[in-house]
């Protein structure tokens, strides 16, 4: 099975920072690689999907990229409604495992 | 699209819990169909995903104990849980994807299972 991991496990930022968030797969599962915003009480949110296709209606300061094993997600200027908790997510093999998620809260 | 899952609620461990989860706006019988989970105080996991009846997947954790299906009549999505284990407690998640490989797309609200004596 392939296992997922991120960094960092959180992390604090300002409004209008510009934050960086990394995936990686312990083998190669090639640009099918997702990223989801997850909110307490709330049903995640699909962003990015095949590494670095933004799903519709998602704002254009989220960005994906990478492939194999790297993958990053990346928010240009932080706003006040990013703050969550993100996941990746193979779905290249089963099981479609997911990685254990990046808390993003307020400095 | 909107999906609605229900059947949650308190079981003893060793008991058995059905979930089921309306769609509408979306047809269940033409798209891949996924459950996923979160444990309290813990992250997203998979659980299983299901196309056509052959083609089922199941996370190690509850391969055996679990099983996904579609009544494609009513246009809903099951998972029979059996043998349930106190780590089994989460919210249940029903989500629904055009393609598997595109991530999912669709997200019901989920459903609180607690396995507790």
């Known amino acids: 099975d392939i296992q997922m991991t991120q960094s960092p496990s959180s992390l604090s930022a300002s409004v209008g920072d510009r934050v960086t968030i990394t995936c990686r797969a312990s083998q190669s599962v090639s640009r099918y690689l997702n990223w989801y915003q997850h909110k307490a009480g709330k049903a995640p949110k699909l962003l990015i999907y095949e590494a670095s296709r933004l799903q519709s209606g998602v704002p254009s300061r989220f960005s994906g990229s990478g492939s194999g094993t790297d993958f990053t997600l990346t928010i240009t200027s932080l706003q006040p409604e990013d703050f969550a908790t993100y996941y990746c997510q193979q779905s290249n093999s089963p099981p479609f495992t997911f990685g254990p998620g990046t808390k993003v809260d307020i400095k | 699209v909107q999906l609605v899952e229900s059947g949650g609620g308190l079981i003893q461990p060793g008991g058995s819990l059905r979930l089921s989860c309306v769609a509408s706006g979306f047809t269940v019988s033409d798209n891949y169909m996924t459950w996923v989970r979160q444990a309290p105080g813990k992250g997203l996991e998979w659980v299983s995903t299901?196309?056509?009846?052959?083609?089922?997947y199941y996370a190690d954790s509850v391969r055996g104990r679990f099983t996904i299906s579609k009544d494609n009549s009513k246009n809903t999505l099951h998972l029979q849980m059996n043998s349930l284990r106190v780590e089994d407690t989460a919210v249940y998640y029903c989500?629904?994807?055009?393609?598997?490989?595109?991530?999912?797309?669709?997200w019901g609200p989920g459903t609180l299972v607690t396995v507790s004596s």
């Open positions: 989500a629904g994807s055009l393609s598997v490989r595109r991530g999912i797309d669709y």
């Open positions: 299901i196309y056509i009846a052959s083609n089922t």
